[in-house]
């Protein structure tokens, strides 16, 4: 058995991972989308790095994009086998994949406007929402903790790993020649303490271990830190300068979580009487998704159900789904804090909300999660910067731009050691660091060798290994 690391190799986006056994079935850990490259993701995403009729099976950790995105370009490439994943992973998918589909039918059109300009051909989407509808009838979903036999002598159970709705780590049993071999995949690994999920939970032995090595390097501020910390920017730039607070957040977990807080401090009357806009469709069908999955969360939300029906609504909360609504926010000219996707600005409706208030020295660009090095979320946070190009036109950088890294909803490297710290150690035969920025991950591989653990690998892209 060996297993090729294709994407989220010494970065932070993109993951693939394949496995292929000794009798020739290829397993994909995976299948994400590269984002915030510019131009250079578009290649990237259309070079698969696997010949999707040659795959058998896809199983995922978990329903972000870098995860899971390119699932419909897989399928309509010629993949027939299954996706495998979780319950709630299975139903975010429906909605995240069309909604991917969408913004690329956008992005396109408006790219080859430009391109008709220089009289160059139009150019397709990686896929369309009708290859994102499509793909669903491949997927799988199984319940946390169940052995699921996924073919002759290969089985997976998904362990909670508390990063987002439905997260899981895939622990594979792969059994060649009488030996069984035990595979773990972390996918991304959620924090000891969230606002609304169970934290993550011990998952079995393992004998290779796969992990994610994002936060490797860094270390969060307290939960109640975090808290006064957006209070603080909410009253800050809505009362003080009476201007607005936009906050790219990704509309999967992160936006809820945010939700919840400003619905907790709505609650205990701390939250300024200012509209709260939530503008994006996918967000709105996601919240309704995490309605629909009571068994994912935590004592905090079931306390605050006993008083609150809903703990992601309070009465000056909007959800916005239509495109004149959103346009309409333009012209809003009171106090308010808008959430929208995505948490990196590379695309979606949050892409137009900084370039209509970045200038604007009243209001907060209130960054709340990683954003990959070549982002647009990571160039606005330059020191000093004085402009900055949205859409291709350059504007004046007046907002305040803050950052708030305990949103986050990967775990920094002292969780994630204290989670990996449920392995016997010793009994790991050799472990990959992977979902990472290099140097990130050469620090916390030093972190990790402290902790106790050994033969560890950071793989590059197209680095194969036998196991």
């Known amino acids: 058995m060996k297993?090729?690391?294709?994407?989220?190799?010494?970065?932070?986006?993109?993951?693939?991972?394949?496995?292929?056994?000794?009798?020739?079935?290829?397993?994909?850990?995976?299948?994400?989308?590269?984002?915030?490259?510019?131009?250079?993701?578009?290649?990237?995403?259309?070079?698969?790095?696997?010949?999707?009729?040659?795959?058998?099976?896809?199983?995922?950790s978990h329903a972000h994009i870098d995860h899971t995105g390119l699932i419909p370009y897989i399928y309509k490439s010629g993949f027939e086998g299954s996706v495998i994943c979780t319950n709630a992973t299975d139903d975010l998918c429906s909605i995240m994949l069309a909604d991917s589909g969408h913004i690329q039918e956008l992005d396109i059109k408006w790219f080859n406007k430009k391109r008709a300009k220089h009289n160059q051909p139009p150019v397709e989407p990686i896929y369309r929402v009708e290859d994102a509808e499509a793909c669903m009838k491949n997927f799988i979903g199984v319940g946390y903790d169940k052995r699921y036999k996924i073919d002759e002598g290969i089985f997976v159970t998904f362990t909670n790993s508390g990063h987002m709705l439905g997260s899981s780590v895939v622990n594979l049993e792969i059994i060649e020649n009488g030996e069984t071999k035990r595979i773990a995949y972390t996918g991304d690994i959620g924090r000891p303490r969230n606002r609304i999920l169970h934290p993550p939970v011990p998952f079995p032995q393992c004998d290779y271990l796969i992990t994610e090595s994002t936060y490797g390097n860094r270390l969060h501020s307290s939960e109640n830190e975090r808290d006064e910390d957006l209070l603080n920017i909410v009253v800050d730039t809505c009362v003080k300068k009476a201007g607005k607070l936009i906050i790219p957040s990704f509309s999967i977990g992160r936006t809820q979580e945010i939700i919840f807080v400003l619905n907790n401090l709505y609650n205990e009357g701390k939250l300024p009487h200012i509209d709260v806009f939530v503008d994006s469709p996918l967000s709105v069908n996601a919240?309704?998704?995490?309605?629909?999955?009571?068994?994912c969360m935590n004592e905090d939300v079931k306390d605050v159900l006993k008083y609150d029906p809903d703990p992601f609504g309070f009465n000056s909360l909007k959800y916005i789904k239509?495109?004149?609504?959103?346009?309409?926010l333009n012209e809003y000219d009171k106090p308010c804090i808008i959430i929208s996707s995505s948490g990196m600005m590379e695309a979606g409706r949050i892409k137009h909300h900084v370039a209509n208030n970045v200038s604007n020295w009243r209001n907060t660009i209130?960054?709340?999660?990683?954003?990959?090095?070549?982002?647009?979320?990571?160039?606005?946070?330059?020191?000093?910067?004085?402009?900055?190009?949205?859409?291709?036109e350059m504007h004046e950088v007046n907002a305040a731009i803050a950052k708030i890294e305990a949103f986050s909803g990967h775990g920094d490297y002292k969780e994630m050691i204290e989670f990996l710290d449920c392995q016997n150690k010793n009994l790991i035969k050799k472990m990959f660091l992977v979902h990472g920025d290099y140097d990130v991950q050469v620090d916390y591989k030093g972190k990790l060798e402290d902790a106790g653990f050994h033969d560890i690998e950071?793989?590059?892209s197209g680095d194969e290994f036998k196991l």
């Not at 986006?13 to 000794?22: N, W």
């Not at 239509?322 to 309409?328: D, G, H, P």
């Open 322 to 328: 239509k495109v004149e609504e959103s346009k309409a």
């Open 3 to 60: 297993i090729k690391f294709i994407g989220a190799a010494r970065q932070v986006t993109g993951s693939k991972h394949l496995i292929t056994t000794d009798s020739g079935k290829k397993i994909l850990l995976d299948c994400g989308m590269y984002q915030g490259k510019g131009l250079e993701t578009d290649s990237m995403n259309r070079n698969l790095g696997v010949n999707p009729e040659e795959l058998d099976y896809i199983v995922l």
């Open 287 to 295: 919240t309704d998704i995490f309605r629909m999955h009571p068994e």
């Open 458 to 460: 950071i793989p590059d």
């Open 366 to 392: 209130l960054i709340v999660g990683y954003c990959s090095p070549t982002s647009l979320g990571a160039r606005i946070q330059q020191p000093g910067l004085r402009y900055i190009s949205i859409f291709g």
